[in-house]
């Protein structure tokens, strides 16, 4: 059983430039945490403090219950995952996954017995005499993620581990590594700016901003409850569409158009005044055709159509130059750019975000 607490953890460098704030999270046994956010964000300098490899400021990490400031890596028992793959070019992928082993001083026939159980569990047996540079880059991060493994750690840490592979290796790599996930049951944190690897493959996410956590839970969460306007724009491809608009009393007033959004109680609370928000929708809850629930009508012109086989991304210009994003099926040939098409929207499924603080209202 293995877990982590991280208590208002800060990171201040030298320079007095702050990468993370007060950092907050509870990491249970074997679950799969994924820190996602932009590049700079700060989820590769709080990965670095759970391992060790960056001291922590200010604030508390814990594993086990067991404060773990002081502690050295070596003794935190964490294996880690690089993006590069940081293999040994002179030694083959037998030795590169022993050599921590012997390091360590284990018996040679232990070591022999962790190696081949890890390669036969990667598919790497037949390569286990082989030298990196006869490896493609999906066996080479293969050869790390098994480097790991003989470890037997209590805790994985991987650091954008599949950035340097091409689009197809990404997928299958996600594909194994969640595998491999549930067939070890480590606890796991990944770091990745790829919001796709991230709803994809964890057990929750870890949304982060400017050093700042943004929101925490599972992927359906952050998806279709999204607690401000950069999770909702950050999650989910096409990014969410936003609209200027005002609230008042149950009615949204945007452009030439008034959604009245009052007879749904757990969406809408009544205001006094006027209220300026934004109105997020999402591109597959826009519909070309009415359909039960999808009766707000709205009207754009086509500038764009992006066909992706399985599905189309059509753009359309809303009210001037507002860029509108629908995703549709592929299956959608009704459609010609110039095309001035009518829009329907379910009130129900649209997102509020107040203008000002950019947070989610309902």
Avoid: W
């Avoid at 959004?261 to 934004?278: A, D, R, Y």
């Avoid at 929708?281 to 009207?299: A, N, S, T």
């Avoid at 010609?336 to 209202?361: C, M, Q, S, W």
């Amino acid at each position: 059983m293995t877990t982590i607490k991280l208590e208002n953890m800060n990171k201040i460098y030298d320079n007095n430039v702050q990468a993370v704030f007060d950092f907050n999270l509870d990491i249970e046994d074997q679950e799969f945490i994924v820190f996602v956010g932009p590049s700079g964000c700060g989820k590769s300098t709080t990965l670095r403090m759970i391992a060790g490899l960056e001291e922590i400021s200010s604030g508390n990490l814990f594993i086990n219950d067991k404060l773990m400031n002081e502690v050295s890596p070596k003794d935190r028992n964490i294996a880690m995952v690089f993006q590069s793959y940081a293999l040994y070019p002179h030694m083959t992928v037998y030795e590169n996954m022993a050599f921590g082993l012997k390091l360590r001083k284990l018996e040679k026939d232990e070591i022999d017995l962790r190696v081949r159980k890890a390669a036969e569990m990667l598919q790497l047996t037949d390569y286990l005499d082989r030298k990196p540079k006869a490896l493609s880059g999906g066996q080479r991060q293969r050869v790390a993620l098994g480097r790991a493994i003989v470890r037997q750690a209590d805790i994985f840490l991987m650091d954008e581990p599949l950035s340097n592979l091409d689009a197809k290796l990404r997928v299958q790599m996600r594909t194994e590594i969640t595998l491999l996930h549930e067939k070890l049951h480590t606890t796991t944190i990944y770091v990745t700016h790829d919001q796709v690897e991230a709803m994809s493959m964890a057990d929750r996410i870890v949304v982060m901003k400017d050093g700042y956590i943004q929101q925490v839970g599972t992927p359906d969460e952050i998806y279709y409850s999204p607690t401000n306007i950069f999770v909702a724009s950050f999650i989910g491809t096409p990014a969410m569409n936003f609209i200027d608009g005002d609230l008042e009393d149950g009615y949204i007033s945007f452009n030439k158009y008034k959604m009245d959004i009052s007879h749904f109680p757990e969406k809408i609370k009544l205001q006094e005044g006027t209220k300026k928000i934004v109105l997020g929708i999402r591109p597959e809850d826009i519909k070309l055709y009415p359909g039960q629930g999808y009766d707000f009508e709205i009207e754009g012109k086509i500038i764009n159509i992006e066909k992706l086989g399985d599905e189309t991304i059509i753009h359309l210009e809303f009210s001037g130059n507002k860029n509108l994003q629908i995703k549709t099926s592929g299956k959608e040939r009704d459609i010609d750019i110039g095309e001035v098409k009518k829009l329907y929207i379910n009130p129900y499924f649209i997102h509020i975000f107040e203008a000002k603080t950019g947070n989610r209202l309902f």
